[in-house]
């Protein structure tokens, strides 16, 4: 069975930084790209960051360019998004996806709240 543990969230305040952790079970990790996805209140969800298998291509929504950095360790079979410079409408569950033999797999996520 396919499924995340995400860690990592917290409460930070403006400017501060965390580093999120997505543990992967199921399938082999290094032959998939891995996605964090965020959902903040009342919106849709949005993907933040992609990552290729070999972890050398990575890919970020404009609005987190400069700021995060997307990485992973196949050996651990985990993925992590460093994330510094935080602003209040970072704040949102973060989550990771990925897709495998066209199926959707979504973690719970993690909560990050950015607020003074």
């Known amino acids: 069975q396919v499924h995340f543990v995400e860690s990592g969230g917290g409460l930070v305040q403006p400017g501060g930084s965390l580093r999120l952790s997505c543990e992967v079970f199921?399938?082999?990790?290094?032959?998939?790209?891995i996605d964090w996805y965020r959902q903040a209140p009342g919106k849709e969800r949005e993907v933040v960051a992609t990552?290729?298998?070999?972890?050398?291509?990575?890919n970020y929504t404009d609005s987190v360019k400069g700021r995060f950095t997307i990485s992973r360790d196949n050996a651990k079979n985990t993925v992590y998004l460093q994330m510094a410079s935080l602003r209040p409408e970072d704040t949102g569950n973060y989550f990771c996806?990925?897709?495998?033999?066209?199926?959707?797999?979504w973690g719970q996520g993690t909560q990050v709240t950015v607020s003074s």
């Open positions: 996806h990925v897709k495998r033999f066209g199926e959707d797999y």
């Open positions: 199921g399938f082999t990790f290094s032959t998939r790209a």
């Open positions: 990552i290729a298998r070999a972890g050398i291509i990575t």
